[in-house]
T-cell receptor, first 114, second 113 residues
Framework: DAGVTQSPTHLIKTRGQQVTLRCSPK?????VSWYQQALGQGPQFIFQ???????QRGNFPDRFSGHQFPNYSSELNVNALLLGDSALYLC?????????????FGNGTRLTVT | GQQLNQSPQSMFIQEGEDVSMNCTSS?????WLWYKQDPGEGPVLLIA?????ELTSNGRLTAQFGITRKDSFLNISASIPSDVGIYFC?????????????FGTGTRLTIIP
């Protein structure tokens, strides 16, 4: 039973560039959430996707966008990268419509912006 | 963005000791979760709490949902080396809600030889 998988594991980009991170949810899950975790901090909610639409969004600028595909996998896109975007980006999946369905996290993509 | 306040920020203990940590919020949450994160990995759910006053155990771990709904506590008994890591609390305004979780700042647990 595959858990949440994310790719790539590490990425180095330059300021102003664009980046795409990918996530495959745990088998049987249909909802994907993205979190940003800065060094020494707890994860911060970016947005959640269900049925290929953004369902909820945290306090992040429009430079952060996402997509969910029919197979429930998801992408996180960040445009015009800033140094402050350097962080661990975590993907989490869950099953919608299930009471108390906990989030299952992947191991993240470590993004470094230079 | 908002983060829950966790204390202590870090703990240095000897193997076999008991550990206590807490998490506080300025607003009410109706779901409290405790996660552990090891280096290079994502957070793993330890305990979920859905009712004020609830006390739930998972092996040597026990967590409590504060009656004010503005705090939660995690205790670890008889610590072992694999308990090392960062412990995060997380909260949600709804019972069982998992969209837009608010996480704490973390408590880093280190076991000294």
């Amino acid at each position: 039973d595959a858990g949440v998988t994310q790719s790539p594991t590490h990425l180095i980009k330059t300021r102003g560039q664009q980046v795409t991170l990918r996530c495959s949810p745990k088998s049987g899950h249909d909802t994907v959430s993205w979190y940003q975790q800065a060094l020494g901090q707890g994860p911060q909610f970016i947005f959640q996707y269900y049925e290929e639409e953004e369902r909820q969004r945290g306090n992040f600028p429009d430079r952060f966008s996402g997509h969910q595909f029919p197979n429930y996998s998801s992408e996180l896109n960040v445009n015009a990268l800033l140094l402050g975007d350097s962080a661990l980006y975590l993907c989490a999946s869950s099953l919608s419509g299930t009471v108390n369905s906990p989030l299952h996290f992947g191991n993240g993509t470590r993004l470094t912006v230079t | 963005g908002q983060q829950l306040n966790q204390s202590p920020q870090s703990m240095f203990i000897q193997e076999g000791e008991d550990v206590s940590m807490n998490c506080t919020s300025s607003s009410i949450f109706n779901t409290w979760l405790w996660y552990k994160q090891d280096p290079g990995e994502g957070p793993v759910l330890l305990i979920a709490l859905y009712k004020a006053g609830e006390l739930t155990s998972n092996g040597r771990l026990t967590a409590q949902f504060g009656i004010t709904r503005k705090d939660s506590f995690l205790n670890i008994s008889a610590s072992i080396p694999s308990d090392v890591g960062i412990y995060f609390c997380a909260g949600h305004p709804w019972v069982g809600g998992n969209e837009k979780l608010t996480f704490g700042t973390g408590t880093r647990l280190t076991i000294i030889p």
